[in-house]
Structure formats: structure tokens, C-alpha cells
């Protein structure tokens, strides 16, 4: 069976929180968006969340804060790649996740000026071959390549005695 993105996306948020990230959220394929930016130029009197938004996942360590969008397959990836740096490029929207992230750090007990933090992006993806070559566009982004160790791999069997780190490999590259 094949990673699915929810595999690719909780092995990442793993793989961060053991290099001793601070995750700040996950949103895991079917949270239905448990962490999400409004859109400040929705109809005020329409209540519903269209146009709202929702990284799968946003980790800071040191001075730097890493936005993640994960996919179950390299060509899905591309437009998640651009609806992050849309989001962040329109002030409004920015202005809201900064607050939020704030208060989520506050919630954490964590006391960090994310307007300080340098913003980059990263797509977490099944590892493929030439990873780097599919996204030879991109600039400043960070690829987590995961693969399962376990052949013949199904998420529906699980073994609560091994670590994840024994379940998956994941390979990081900037371009």
C-alpha cells in the first residue's frame, strides 16, 4: 500500500518534533481545518469559513518558522506550494496568523515574536527518485521525502511497540 498523505504528513510532524522543533500545529488530512486562517476579505456577514485556509503543519526552531504542506504524491503538491506563499504574500492574512500563532505559543507557555521568525516553506511528499529535479522551479523550499521501512506498508495495521523512527525514513533537502 502506498503513503498516504496523512502517513507523509504524521511522519513529518515526527520527524520535526525529534530534531526539536516547537510544532505549532498539525493539521492532519481530515482535522476539517482544527487550525485555520480566515480570509479578511470574506462578506462579514456570511458566518461560514469559505476562503479560509490551513497549513498541514507550521513548526519553528530558532529563529525560523517552517510552514509544511504534505501530499500523498509529488504533482499534487505544486498548487499547496503556491496557496502558502499567497497566503503569507497578502498582509491581512499574515497579519492574522501572526496573531494566532502567537496565541498559540502563549497556550504552549512559549514566549516567542513570531513577526521576528524567518518564514520558509516545505513540502512533505512520498520520496521519489531526483526528488529535488521535480521541484527545480521552487526557490528557498524545503523537501521532506518520506518512505515507508516496512514493505508491503498498511496504516491500518499498527504496531504500538515500534517508534516512528522505525516505521519511516525521511530525507530532507533545501533547494
Do not use: H
Not at 63 to 84: C, G, P, Q, R
Amino acid at each position: 500500500m502506498a503513503l498516504t498523505e496523512y502517513d507523509v504528513c504524521f511522519a513529518t510532524k515526527e520527524y520535526l518534533f525529534n530534531k526539536n522543533y516547537i510544532i505549532v500545529t498539525w493539521n492532519p488530512p481530515g482535522s476539517q481545518g482544527t487550525f485555520t486562517i480566515p480570509n479578511p476579505e470574506k462578506d462579514p456577514t456570511y458566518k461560514g469559513q469559505t476562503g479560509s485556509e490551513s497549513p498541514d503543519l507550521i513548526a519553528i526552531k530558532d529563529k525560523e518558522m517552517l510552514f509544511v504542506e504534505a501530499k500523498d504524491n509529488v504533482n499534487s503538491s505544486y498548487d499547496d506550494i503556491i496557496k502558502l506563499q499567497n497566503m503569507l504574500s497578502n498582509p491581512k492574512r499574515k497579519a492574522l496568523l501572526f496573531k494566532i500563532c502567537s496565541n498559540q505559543m502563549l497556550a504552549l507557555g512559549i514566549d516567542i515574536n513570531v513577526e521576528e521568525l524567518n518564514i520558509r516553506y516545505a513540502v512533505a511528499v512520498p520520496y521519489e527518485d531526483n526528488i529535488k529535479q521535480k521541484y527545480k522551479d521552487q526557490k528557498d523550499l524545503t523537501i521532506f521525502s518520506v518512505k515507508s521501512k516496512i514493505d508491503n506498508w498498511d496504516n491500518k495495521i499498527i504496531d504500538g511497540n515500534l517508534k516512528v523512527s522505525d516505521i519511516y525514513e525521511i530525507n530532507e533537502d533545501i533547494i
